[in-house]
Structure formats: structure tokens, C-alpha cells
């Protein structure tokens, strides 16, 4: 990935955004809550050392290997895609408000709308609620649709999400890949 960014580098990085890795008729787009600010200074999603979102997608069979972030373009081969709920990048996600969140929905949402992904995979479900207004929903498949989308509410893969083990992400991954390989059209083409 290159060096680690400077304290300086990352306070410079606040508020600023890392682009989708992003396309039409995606199998997954997986959504993190926003971006850090390592992911800021490199320009790449889930950036910082000890983000298991990496190791999850490999281990839930999505991978063929763990990719590092500098390689996220990869996804896009695979019918996978990364964006955020909140754009803006900050040290941590809870100096988000509830405000913020909620409006990241309503515009995640019109992203969805315009991409048509097969899935909505939000990563972290105390996010997923705010920006949702569903506050008690669980980790899994949604009831919820985004017009021909379906939606999976996924645990943060932060490090930080100490409630979670690696073992655990990984399981709720794969979870979510037996899914979209149960749901696979039977001639391998994305419904319209």
C-alpha cells in the first residue's frame, strides 16, 4: 500500500471523499458507513490497517484471494463495487450525526436506483438503522428493497467492532455470498 500517511496527512484528510469503485448491474455493492481518513490520504476504501473488510470478502468466498485496497478496481471484474453511506471522511464514524446518516440513506438510496446493483450490502447496522429509520433491524437479509434490489445489513468490519470477531465477519460474508449464488439467475445473466 506505500507508507502510512503522516498526522499531518490525515488531519488534512477531513471531510474530504474517496470515489465508488462503482458500475452498472453489480452482483454486490457493498457499502461502508464512511470513509477513514487513511482511506482519504490513500484514496482507497478500507485502507487502514486492522479493517477486516478485505479479509471478510475473501474468507466469504467473494475473492478468489485477499485483495489489498490498493487493488479495489479488481472488484469491479467480479460484479462487485464499494461506496459509502456518508462521503466525507472522518477518524472515526460515530462524529457523524444522525443527521448525516439519514441524508447518506436518501442519497444512497438514488445511487441504487441508478446502478441496479442485484445487492445492497450496507456494513454496519447501527448505520444501517439511522440512515434506513428501521431501528430495529438485524444483521441479514432486509425485508427492504430498493427497487429491484435487495438488501443485507452486514457488521462494521472495523477493527474497532470488537463484537465481531474475524471468524464471525467472515461467516456473515459468506452468509450473504451463498445468497447471491442461491438467487443466480439460472443462465448467469443479471435480471433487468
Known amino acids: 500500500m506505500g507508507p502510512r500517511p503522516t498526522k499531518e ?36 476504501h478500507f485502507a487502514r490497517p486492522g479493517n477486516r473488510f478485505w479479509p471478510a470478502l475473501h474468507r466469504g468466498g467473494f475473492t478468489p484471494r485477499q485483495f489489498d485496497p490498493s487493488e479495489q478496481h479488481e472488484l469491479l471484474a467480479l460484479k462487485l463495487g464499494v461506496t459509502n453511506v456518508v462521503d466525507r471522511a472522518t477518524a472515526r464514524a460515530d462524529e457523524l450525526s444522525d443527521d448525516e446518516l439519514r441524508d447518506g440513506g436518501k442519497a444512497l438510496v438514488v445511487k441504487v436506483q441508478r446502478a441496479k446493483p442485484r445487492w445492497l450490502a450496507v456494513l454496519g447496522i447501527t448505520a444501517y438503522r439511522l440512515a434506513f429509520g428501521e431501528p430495529k433491524a438485524r444483521v441479514g437479509r432486509q ?10 445489513a452486514l457488521p462494521n468490519p472495523s477493527g474497532l467492532n470488537a463484537h465481531w470477531t474475524p471468524a464471525g465477519l467472515a461467516e456473515e460474508f459468506a452468509a ?5 449464488v442461491t438467487d443466480r439467475p439460472p443462465n448467469g445473466l443479471h435480471p433487468q
Not at 471523499?17 to 458507513?33: E, K, M, S, W, Y
Not at 450473504?176 to 447471491?180: A, G, V
Open 143 to 152: 425485508e427492504r428493497m430498493i427497487g429491484a434490489t435487495n438488501v443485507w
Open 176 to 180: 450473504l455470498r451463498t445468497q447471491l
Open 9 to 44: 496527512q490525515l488531519a488534512a484528510a477531513y471531510g474530504t471523499i474517496v470515489p465508488d469503485v462503482l458500475a452498472p448491474g453489480l452482483d454486490v455493492l457493498f457499502c461502508g458507513i464512511n470513509p477513514s481518513l487513511y482511506s482519504a490520504v490513500l484514496g482507497v
